[in-house]
């Protein structure tokens, strides 16, 4: 069957450090793989769109990896700051219409 | 600034009760999704639609109809709300192409009683 896993619950770091956060799938062939922050009681925020063919993609802070033969994607966050603390959620898509949503990981910087 | 806007943040409905959840896009984008979200289940597609008056059923379609008459409005209707449809529910829209992220609303937190 289809799985999405993130791969802890939860994850506390150190202000200042590197968050480094996983996402494996199993019986997926996303050609793209979204990840998105969500805050308590709101909508998720799409963050970054990584494809297949890419292996990095970074946006300011933020780094993603994608391995296709994997099965997996790395989100890092550099330079951690307690604003970034939030749910982050791995969403694998195989189509516009077909977007798979992880459980997410809830990440705590502390300061 | 682009926006999802979900008609309510807070809702308090009774068991049996036909409840409606408006959600609108300014965006112009074809595809518009509902979502319901309960901890430890993640986010789950209920109904999407890539276009006015189409409409497809996601994975827990059970108990939930949509209404899609304008590119920009879709509703989900509970037809008789019961206590297991308290949630969270989100909306959001996209355009119709792989590659896109999506736009998400607000929410709606639904309690029936």
């Known amino acids: 069957s289809q799985k999405i896993e993130q791969n802890s619950e939860a994850l506390n770091i150190q202000e200042g450090k590197t968050a480094t956060l996983t996402c494996n799938y199993t019986?997926?062939?996303?050609?793209?793989l979204q990840w998105y922050r969500q805050d308590p009681g709101r909508g998720p925020v799409f963050l970054l769109l990584?494809?297949?063919?890419?292996k990095e993609k970074r946006k300011e802070r933020l780094k993603v990896t994608f391995d296709t033969t994997l099965k997996q994607s790395l989100f890092h966050i550099t330079a951690s700051q307690p604003a970034d603390s939030a749910t982050y959620l791995c969403?694998?898509?195989?189509?516009?219409?077909?977007?798979?949503f992880g459980t997410g990981t809830r990440l705590t910087v502390i300061p | 600034d682009v926006k999802v806007t979900q008609s309510s943040r807070y809702l308090v409905k009774r068991t049996g009760e036909k409840v409606f959840l408006e959600c609108v896009q300014d965006?112009?984008?074809?595809?518009m999704f509902w979502y319901r979200q309960d901890p430890g289940l993640g986010l789950r597609l209920i109904y999407f639609?890539?276009?006015?008056?189409?409409?497809e059923k996601g994975d827990i379609p059970e108990g939930y109809s949509v209404s899609r008459e304008k590119k920009e409005r879709f509703s989900l209707i509970l037809e008789s709300a019961s206590t297991n449809q308290t949630s969270m529910y989100l909306c959001?829209?996209?355009?119709?192409?792989?590659?896109?992220?999506?736009?998400f609303g607000s929410g709606t937190r639904l309690t029936v009683v």
């Open positions: 959001a829209s996209s355009f119709n192409s792989r590659g896109y992220g999506y736009t």
């Open positions: 019986n997926y062939s996303p050609a793209y």
């Open positions: 990584i494809r297949e063919n890419e």
């Open positions: 969403a694998p898509q195989t189509g516009a219409n077909n977007l798979f």
């Open positions: 965006m112009d984008h074809e595809n």
């Open positions: 639609s890539y276009d006015v008056k189409m409409k």
